[in-house]
């Protein structure tokens, strides 16, 4: 029994134990001996969660709001078929890992320049949001190893591989009392966690979903002096390198450089901030990015500019409501007084025939040097544009690849990627007339060509052709006739198996491609034509000069926005150029059958206007914005792709005709509740 083993102790510490005769005297009592020394064990420090000011050196930040509120919002506008919860969960594969990320917080970017380095570098860090420091520090135990940097500050992983982030676990402020911070280099993380835990985080978040800014008041504080300093070296450096490089000794060409070095130091000067800021809008759908470009000067071209814009706005004039219906983009503009370009254009036209100098006789050099001088600037008061697909019959389906089919093929692409472009202004078109007639005489003088031929030789078996001439209804037109070559294009063009072949032996396929630029007349204003097919650019001359409502944007739907704007400028476009390409693209692989069913069940074709306003304000701080639109049609024909994409990729793995599918929808989590306030 334990009692008996514990009894020599027992008889060591009672008096009585084991004795029958009386105990002897007591001794007289000693000073009982001193207790033995015990080290001091230091108290934890507690984590330092003391505010953090916004560094002088920040650059950028960015936000993102809300990740979970954004994909239910990306979930809802699309009506996606699946969950983008439950593809993040899948991403992760790790259930813990999940359950400690804190999705309703922001996720966080910053940038800082670095005060040492000598030439613009830069830290950059990003951060999640986690629930608890002690839950992802056991996750962290449990996958790797962990190292204590400072109280509520660890280091995860063990040694870092080239190309590998370093990351750190740390003790957070604002709603999420954790985060996880990482960068590229060991120095960017101990430069930027202070302040991606300490001091964004008590940021109120953004209103919008995704909020960026750059500041670079920074960049311009640490390298304008220098740049301001050595700005009149740049002439001399410019010339010194043209010389020894390109052999270009004229000294306008040097002076450009100069100018345009002397240009960017004052825009340096004046460049304040760059905000963008997007949000998604689920119910409608809709979605809106808005992005301002602020400086604090007006004394740089792009300051005047934005100063001069500010006075010319308003909504689309009458003139663009003439444009084509079927337009698959289109703008207006209200221009600023064009006599700000003089002397750009000038020092332009004297840098080309500096150049052209180094390479050509001085009489041709001379002649494009006044080419380039008489470049038109029209002082129009209004000036709309608007694009649209080719009007060129669709791609046939290639049986056999053949140089002809080859030549065909490129010159139906080249045709499909130019498309139509018209443009209008209230203003006479005398000087791009003339500007085109002489545009062609100069490259058609016989030593240029000569030269070119000379130049050229093994590049080129013939040089593209200009002619100018009458386009109709009063217009010119300059012409330019692009040759094509069957061994040139061959590999450019696939077969309809995929196979690879080389050209036949023999003489290649040769063909011509047209590129026009038309100039006509009408009254007070002037119609610009550009396009790769003659025939289709006189439709569309013929349909804005009669302006007829049910063939002009004036019936077009989704452009309410621009007749009540108050613009500088504004401008739409739509989906169809891009699907129209994939089409082409596939009906001459022989998919054109499947690619059709598709598009023609996209509820609106592709075809609804993505909307966009430019804005500027003037005085000491000139301002720029730019605003972009997405309606609910072009968020339904996005819904429509998604849902077609997946299906054709669900019958391509089962080797299974082309036909309806029934895609499972993942069921989207409901929010979650709110959260009861913290008790004080």
């Given at each position: 029994m334990r009692t008996r083993a514990l009894a020599p102790v027992l008889c060591v510490l009672l008096p009585a134990c084991g004795a029958s005769t009386p105990p002897p005297a007591p001794a007289a009592p000693s000073a009982p001996p001193a207790p033995p020394p015990t080290a001091m064990v230091p108290a934890e420090q507690p984590p330092d969660l003391s505010p953090v000011p916004e560094p002088k050196n920040l650059v950028l930040v960015g936000r993102v709001k809300d990740l979970q509120g954004s994909m239910r919002a990306l979930e809802t506008a699309l009506k996606l078929p699946v969950s983008l919860q439950q593809l993040v969960s899948k991403e992760l594969g790790d259930p813990d890992l999940e359950s400690v990320l804190k999705t309703d917080s922001p996720i966080d970017v910053s940038i800082l320049l670095d005060p040492a380095a000598k030439e613009p570098e830069f830290n950059l860090a990003f951060s999640l949001p986690l629930k608890s420091f002690d839950q992802a520090r056991a996750i962290a135990e449990r996958d790797g190893k962990l190292t204590k940097v400072r109280p509520g500050v660890l280091r995860l992983g063990g040694s870092k591989r080239k190309g590998d982030l370093v990351c750190n676990l740390a003790m957070s402020v604002g709603d999420a009392p954790a985060r996880v911070v990482c960068s590229p280099?060991?120095?960017?993380?101990?430069?930027?966690?202070?302040w991606m835990t300490r001091g964004l985080p008590a940021v109120a978040a953004p209103s919008s979903d995704l909020h960026v800014e750059a500041k670079y008041a920074p960049i311009e504080e640490k390298f304008g002096p220098f740049l301001r300093e050595n700005a009149g070296r740049v002439r001399g450096m410019a010339a010194v390198a043209l010389a020894r490089e390109l052999g270009v000794k004229d000294p306008a060409v040097a002076?450009?450089?100069?100018?345009?070095?002397?240009?960017g130091i004052a825009t340096s000067a004046e460049l304040d901030t760059l905000t963008i800021d997007a949000s998604l809008d689920p119910k409608a759908p809709a979605g809106a990015m808005r992005g301002t470009l602020k400086l604090k000067g007006s004394q740089s071209m792009i300051g005047r500019v934005m100063t001069m814009s500010a006075d010319r706005a308003g909504a689309a004039p009458p003139l663009f409501w003439q444009l084509p219906k079927d337009a698959t983009s289109g703008s207006f503009g209200y221009p600023i007084d064009q006599k700000i370009w003089t002397g750009p254009r000038a020092a332009l036209a004297r840098a080309v025939g500096g150049l052209a100098r180094g390479a050509l006789d001085d009489a041709d050099a001379s002649a494009i040097e006044a080419v380039f001088a008489k470049f038109p600037l029209v002082d129009a008061k209004t000036v709309v544009s608007a694009s649209g697909v080719a009007d060129a019959p669709p791609a046939r389906k290639m049986a056999k690849?053949?140089?002809?089919?080859?030549?065909?093929?490129?010159?139906?692409?080249?045709?499909s990627t130019l498309g139509w472009h018209v443009i209008g202004f209230d203003a006479k078109g005398d000087e791009l007339t003339a500007f085109l007639r002489e545009a062609a005489a100069t490259y058609n003088r016989k030593s240029l060509q000569d030269r070119m031929k000379?130049?050229?030789?093994?590049?080129?078996?013939?040089?593209?052709?200009?002619?100018?001439?009458?386009?109709?209804?009063?217009?010119?037109?300059?012409?330019?006739?692009?040759?094509?070559?069957?061994?040139?294009s061959w590999y450019s063009v696939s077969s309809p198996d995929g196979s690879f072949s080389?050209?036949?032996?023999?003489?290649?396929?040769?063909?011509?491609?047209?590129?026009?630029?038309a100039v006509v007349p009408d009254g007070a204003r002037t119609w610009v034509l550009i396009g790769g097919d003659p025939a289709t650019l006189r439709k569309r001359l013929a349909q804005v000069k009669a302006g007829k409502p049910d063939q002009t944007l004036a019936t077009r739907e989704g452009l309410d926005a621009l007749k009540t704007a108050k613009a500088s400028s504004a401008s739409f476009a739509t989906l169809e150029p891009a699907v129209r390409a994939v089409e082409r693209e596939m009906g001459r692989s022989g998919k054109a059958e499947e690619?059709?069913?598709?598009?023609?069940?996209l509820p609106n074709k592709g075809r609804t206007p993505l909307l966009a306003f430019g804005t500027s304000t003037g005085g000491?701080?000139?301002?720029?914005?730019?605003?972009?639109?997405?309606?609910?049609?072009?968020?339904?024909?996005?819904?429509?792709l998604i849902v077609a994409a997946m299906a054709m990729k669900h019958h391509g793995h089962h080797g299974e005709a082309a036909g309806p599918?029934?895609?499972?929808?993942?069921?989207v989590a409901p929010p979650p509740p709110p959260r009861p306030p913290m008790k004080k």
């Open positions: 280099r060991d120095r960017d993380l101990d430069a930027l966690v202070p002076d450009l450089a100069g100018d345009l070095a002397q240009e690849k053949t140089p002809t089919e080859v030549v065909a093929a490129t010159r139906a692409r080249i045709q000379k130049e050229l030789r093994g590049d080129f078996a013939k040089l593209p052709g200009a002619k100018f001439g009458a386009f109709g209804g009063g217009g010119s037109a300059l012409t330019v006739d692009v040759p094509l070559d069957s061994k040139r080389e050209h036949p032996a023999g003489k290649p396929a040769t063909g011509v491609a047209q590129i026009t630029i690619l059709k069913k598709v598009i023609d069940g000491a701080a000139p301002s720029m914005t730019l605003e972009m639109q997405m309606q609910k049609g072009t968020f339904d024909d996005l819904t429509a599918v029934a895609v499972p929808v993942a069921p």
